[in-house]
């Protein structure tokens, strides 16, 4: 017993970490849920107290679980400018005036987050070049260790994460505003010009290349889309704009974001791409079914409206 405390104490320490990997790794939370479960389950047994690297040994565990459950999917025929929102990361946003998260394991995700849009090219690759890209490029792990991972040599491995690096840059997104106060100074004109029904200080506040990707799920289809350019996009603004919706500050996988509510029942969560100071890029869930599996109570509670 006293072993199996232990062990559960040291595999806590690590759950942030493990957690960061498989979303990175599978762009679901529910699914990297699973993953860590899993490692869970193979470390807590007899003589697992011997591993000397623990932390090096349960990402080596988790990053495998991963690589089967991706090559366990389903493909996914979607070109990446489809519709396709990952599951997005979500907290208080202290440049809103929100109170920040005081769950240790969450801030962690979120320290590690990336951008929803480099989720979504993620996907993109195929499940080895997914896990070389991820554990080298973004966790930094030599090749000699991922190459058992996918069955091939470190060179190999190497050419693996080559190609992945070369897919990543060229469907590229824009890079963001540093600074999250600007990122929020931003979202709010979007929202004030959106109420306010003014067309032209939308457009002025957006990319012209700005692409807007929608989830309404089968309860909404009407919502799905994909929308591109300044104009079409302020258009759906100001068609969707509710002046009796609140409108919350939230984080969004690291950026500025909104969960819009009514009647303070979560109708959408928007995510949004700050770059020069117009927003590039907006990813939004309207899908009553994936709004209720998020936890959104930290955003809801203490956002201002």
Same mark, same amino acid.
């Given at each position: 017993?006293?072993?199996?405390?232990?062990? @559960?104490?040291?595999?806590?320490?690590?759950?942030?970490?493990?957690?960061?990997?498989?979303?990175?790794? %599978?762009?679901?939370?529910?699914?990297?849920?699973?993953?860590?479960?899993?490692?869970?389950?193979?470390?807590?047994?007899?003589?697992?107290?011997?591993?000397?690297?623990?932390?090096?040994?349960?990402?080596?565990?988790?990053?495998?679980?991963?690589?089967?459950?991706?090559?366990? !999917?389903?493909?996914?025929? #979607?070109?990446?400018?489809?519709?396709?929102?990952?599951?997005?990361?979500?907290?208080? +946003?202290? @440049?809103?005036?929100?109170?920040?998260? #005081?769950?240790?394991?969450?801030?962690? %995700?979120?320290?590690?987050?990336?951008?929803? @849009?480099?989720?979504?090219?993620?996907?993109?690759?195929?499940?080895?070049?997914?896990?070389?890209?991820?554990?080298?490029?973004?966790?930094?792990?030599?090749?000699?260790?991922?190459?058992?991972?996918?069955?091939?040599?470190?060179?190999? &491995? !190497?050419?693996?994460?080559?190609?992945?690096?070369?897919?990543?840059?060229?469907?590229?997104?824009?890079?963001? +505003?540093?600074?999250?106060?600007?990122?929020?100074?931003?979202?709010?004109?979007?929202?004030?010009?959106?109420?306010?029904?003014?067309?032209?200080?939308?457009?002025? %506040?957006?990319?012209? +290349?700005?692409?807007?990707?929608?989830?309404?799920?089968?309860?909404?289809?009407?919502?799905? @889309?994909?929308?591109?350019?300044?104009?079409?996009?302020?258009? !759906?603004? %100001?068609?969707?704009?509710?002046?009796? &919706?609140?409108?919350?500050?939230?984080?969004?996988?690291?950026?500025?974001?909104?969960?819009?509510?009514?009647?303070?029942?979560?109708?959408?969560?928007?995510?949004?791409?700050?770059?020069?100071?117009?927003?590039?890029?907006?990813?939004?869930?309207? +899908?009553?079914?994936?709004?209720?599996?998020?936890?959104?109570?930290?955003?809801?509670?203490?956002?201002?409206?």
């Amino acid at each position: 017993m006293e072993e199996v405390e232990w062990l @559960a104490e040291r595999f806590e320490e690590h759950r942030g970490h493990l957690r960061a990997v498989a979303y990175r790794m %599978l762009g679901s939370l529910h699914e990297a849920d699973d993953a860590v479960q899993d490692a869970w389950l193979r470390l807590n047994r007899p003589g697992a107290g011997e591993i000397e690297n623990l932390g090096g040994w349960l990402t080596t565990v988790v990053a495998r679980i991963c690589l089967n459950m991706l090559r366990a !999917r389903r493909v996914r025929t #979607e070109d990446p400018i489809g519709v396709y929102v990952p599951d997005p990361l979500v907290a208080p +946003d202290p @440049a809103g005036g929100a109170r920040q998260s #005081e769950q240790p394991e969450q801030e962690v %995700l979120l320290a590690e987050s990336v951008g929803l @849009a480099l989720i979504i090219i993620l996907d993109t690759l195929t499940p080895a070049e997914r896990l070389t890209f991820v554990l080298h490029d973004m966790f930094g792990l030599p090749f000699d260790e991922i190459a058992p991972m996918v069955d091939r040599t470190p060179t190999a &491995a !190497r050419q693996l994460a080559s190609r992945a690096r070369r897919r990543v840059r060229a469907l590229g997104a824009p890079t963001p +505003d540093a600074d999250r106060i600007v990122q929020r100074r931003v979202v709010d004109a979007f929202f004030a010009a959106a109420r306010g029904g003014d067309f032209d200080a939308l457009v002025e %506040l957006l990319d012209p +290349d700005i692409v807007l990707r929608a989830d309404g799920g089968v309860t909404r289809p009407q919502a799905t @889309a994909v929308v591109r350019g300044a104009a079409a996009v302020a258009r !759906r603004a %100001l068609m969707f704009a509710q002046p009796t &919706a609140a409108v919350r500050p939230a984080l969004v996988n690291g950026a500025a974001g909104v969960v819009i509510t009514l009647d303070d029942q979560p109708i959408s969560l928007m995510g949004f791409t700050v770059a020069g100071e117009r927003i590039a890029e907006i990813y939004a869930i309207v +899908d009553p079914d994936r709004l209720s599996a998020l936890d959104l109570a930290s955003v809801t509670v203490e956002g201002r409206a």
